[in-house]
């Protein structure tokens, strides 16, 4: 085999590990923003069922209010 061949292929398997180092790096990123969503929804997901407990609250004394009314 001549010197070509072996200087392609070192080339090809520069590039295989270039793209491999960019692709873990992408991969952690979306694992990131990944978790950041997670964590986003929880939240909102906490929030949800604060907002919805506090309503009915609101109804019920509004229940109560009409009664005696």
């Known amino acids: 085999m001549t010197d070509h061949y072996f ?3 070192e080339q090809k398997i520069d590039q295989l590990l270039a793209r491999c180092e ?3 790096r ?3 990123q979306l694992r990131s923003l990944e978790l ?3 964590q986003e929804k929880s ?3 906490q929030v949800n069922d604060q ?3 506090q309503v ?3 109804i019920q004394r509004l229940k109560t209010l009409e009664q005696n009314i």
Do not use: G, Y
């Open 7 to 9: 200087i392609a292929l």
């Open 22 to 24: 960019q692709l873990e």
């Open 26 to 28: 992408e991969n952690q």
């Open 36 to 38: 950041q969503a997670r």
């Open 43 to 45: 939240r909102l997901l």
């Open 51 to 53: 907002t919805r407990s």
């Open 56 to 58: 009915e609250k609101m």
